[in-house]
């Protein structure tokens, strides 16, 4: 008897697929982009066997294609990832996801004293990488540094 080896998950028609996500980050991608929200379709998978990556995640997101602060949000969480938008079941772009030099108005500063945290000031910080090749956030403002896994969205 023949054992069925894959899980077919079928094709959108039009939306977005992010792939290549580290598997403990889907769920997180999932949160920032308010997902768990959408009226749209939202298929996800986690622990997916990958040959570059080992492990990954994977999202397919029916009828939407996401802003480039949407886009940035997912360079911060999964700069591994890539999107790919679909439109009557072809790809019509697919792209890996760049880490923007600068990200303004999407992440709280870390620090509790920043002009940001205490006035309607919009925040602005330089994305840079710290000797692990982990993200890192420099507040243009206060100067002080966000580092990856203290990262909060607005």
């Given at each position: 008897?023949?054992?069925?080896?894959?899980?077919?998950?079928?094709?959108?028609?039009?939306?977005?697929?992010i792939d290549h996500i580290p598997a403990n980050k889907v769920f997180e991608v999932i949160k920032i982009l308010d997902l768990e929200h959408s009226k749209n379709s939202v298929y996800f998978g986690t622990n997916l066997d990958s040959k570059k990556y080992g492990k990954k995640g994977i999202i397919k997101i029916s009828d939407k294609y996401f802003a480039p602060e949407d886009v940035n949000k997912i360079a911060l969480v999964a700069p591994s990832a890539s999107l790919i938008e679909i439109k009557?079941?072809?790809?019509?772009?697919?792209?890996?996801?760049?880490?923007?030099?600068?990200?303004?108005?999407?992440?709280?500063?870390?620090?509790?004293?920043?002009?940001?945290n205490k006035e309607h000031v919009p925040t602005k910080f330089a994305v840079m990488k710290d000797e692990d090749g982990k993200v890192k956030l420099k507040c243009h403002y206060c100067e002080k540094y966000t580092k990856e896994n203290n990262i909060e969205f607005i």
């Open positions: 008897m023949d054992k069925r080896k894959e899980l077919i998950v079928s094709a959108i028609e039009n939306g977005t697929v009557d079941f072809e790809v019509i772009n697919k792209h890996s996801i760049e880490t923007p030099e600068r990200i303004d108005g999407i992440v709280k500063c870390f620090n509790p004293n920043c002009v940001t």
